[in-house]
């Protein structure tokens, strides 16, 4: 399975944190600050009573606010933002960068709160994928967009014996497609060698690329004799 395609089906409630606070409106803001003197997280959950989420409020929004007045006061602080329990991981992700927050809120559809999953909880879900298991070795292609072709490259892989445990596009224009491959392959040098004959730029590689090593002493080779 692809890397996007693995992570566009990738659930991540069973990250969902309940020990962690929410706060209700009518608690002050000395309590957030002082929630936020002790703990890590960039934001934390406003909800009432009865579990009806209202929004996030990060810490820097608070930080010159009284901390005598209740948080009801500071509604234009509240950001409604979070993600639905049915949402995937490219969602979570989309919202750890619009908000520049370490915590996602979790709903159901009725907007009730169910926890938290935290950005380390998920490097930590990333960290036993295999596409990044420390023996793999990764390779950085590029061909021009109109000739690029995923399942050429998957083939080129496999025909050199490679187990293929990620690939995945990491830049598109109309003129270049760039895509890293994370594969494991006694025929590695092999499998360059196949690429670079159907067109594919190798950019970068985790190992000692021979082709680009033979180079290198060809160049020198010349350069000592250009200079007798």
Known sequence: MYFAVYFEGMNLTELLQNDLPIFTPGQTIGELHDFFAESNLTHIGICETSGLFLGLVSA????????????????????????????????????????????????????????????????????????????????ILSKASEDFSLAEIVQIAVSNQAIINGAFIVEKTEVDTVVVIQLQTEKIQSCLDEMRRFGYDILETSFEDLHVENLKVNAEYLNRYLNV
Do not use: C, M, W
Request: proline share 4%.
């Open 60 to 139: 820097a929004s608070i930080r010159d606010l009284s901390k005598e007045i209740d948080v009801s006061k500071a509604e234009q602080l509240l950001e409604f933002d979070a993600v639905f329990v049915e949402d995937h991981f490219p969602t979570h992700l989309r919202f750890l960068k619009k908000n520049q927050s370490n915590i996602i809120p979790v709903l159901n559809s009725e907007r009730q709160f169910l926890g938290y999953i935290t950005s380390l909880d998920i490097v930590h879900k990333l960290e036993a994928l295999p596409v990044f298991h420390k023996d793999n070795d990764t390779l």
